[in-house]
């Protein structure tokens, strides 16, 4: 089967992204760790056997070019207008076929992780993937066609199913690991990192995302 689905992960200016995050790891930049994370997210996107293409939207110079590296497309961001915004202009981008918004902070994630519940998500339906916690949004989906309506932030698990998303039941504890927190970070640590967040944070890497 020829993979099909679009995925759209924004990634901040790095000097503003992830600033629970700021000083999780004792003498690292703050901005190599939050790079990291979105570089092992995309780097694993693009290896699912379900994803055709992975386009980030983002304003930051160095983001761009080592997403683009990975094999991303890379779009500005819309100006000053936040998460939701920034989804809903890269899904329109890629709305000739199914639409997978994903955090652009999963360090640990695994491709078949991801390629499990985007087949779970085939179908007319929007659906999404709740965070660890059971709270927050890690994955929404959209048939070709189908607004994505994302409603990304506090609160997101509710907000995608009171908008009719059907969440999708799978341990893909991979895919679920958020990274927010120094807490969270550890949590992932325990997972197994990808390759570009391993290193940053000197610990060692599971499962292989080329
Ligand atoms: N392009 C873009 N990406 C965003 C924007 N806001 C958040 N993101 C990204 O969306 C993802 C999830 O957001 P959060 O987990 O809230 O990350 P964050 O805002 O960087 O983290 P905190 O500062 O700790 O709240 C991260 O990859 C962010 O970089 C935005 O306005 N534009
Ligand atoms: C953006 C979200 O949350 P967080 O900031 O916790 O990653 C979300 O879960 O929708």
Redesign the pocket.
Known sequence: MEPTWGVVL???RLG??????RGALAGVPHERLALAL?QDTVAAALASAEVAEVLA???DPEVGRALAALGARVVP?VPG???NA?FAYGAGLLAHGPVAAL???LPALCPDDLSEALRKAAGPDRHFVADAPGTGTVLLTAPAGVWLDPR?GPGSAVAHERSGAVPLDGDWPTLRR?V?TAADLDAAVRLGLGPHSAEVAQAPSRCSSP
Do not use: I, Q
Request: negative net charge; charged residues 40%; hydrophobic residues 45%.
């Open positions: 924004p990634v901040k503003a992204a992830k600033s629970r995050l979105a939207v983002t304003d961001d207008d936040g998460l920034a955090a652009a902070d990304f958020d927010d």
